[in-house]
């Protein structure tokens, strides 16, 4: 199952923005299913797990700072190839490189205000989803 799965959440930039819908909008039309969906508002402990593997990293504490400035929906979903599909889906992480079209390129301004995360491998898709959702919020 794994590999028809990714994890993804649409940040508090593209929420405060009022972009959420048609950010749902387009993941689904480009055929991903939702799985599992969530609204709620990060504290600094859980973003600072969920991203602990750039805790080294310098951007870490301004990530964090800003994956709690507002609510995010986190959602697992569905297609063939999910983790590949979504990649191209949303675009680069750095949405002035973003291609035309992307959900990035529509919707984000900055590479910290990036309006979505998308899980990079199936197996982080994976730790990703078990991170916010039970086996009982999944269908
Ligand atoms: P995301 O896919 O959620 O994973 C880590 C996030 O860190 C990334 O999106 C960016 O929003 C943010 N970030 C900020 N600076 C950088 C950087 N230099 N390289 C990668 N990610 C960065």
Redesign the pocket.
Known sequence: MATNRTFT?I?PDAVQNGYAGKILDQMTEAGFKVIALKYMQLDESTAGNF?GV?RE?P?FN??VTFMTSGPIYAAILEKENAVEDFRALIGA?NPAEAAEGTIRQRFAKS??A?AV??SDSDVNADIEGSFFFSQFERF
């Open positions: 959440m940040k991203y750039h990293r951007f301004d990530l992480t590479i910290d990036n995360h998308g």
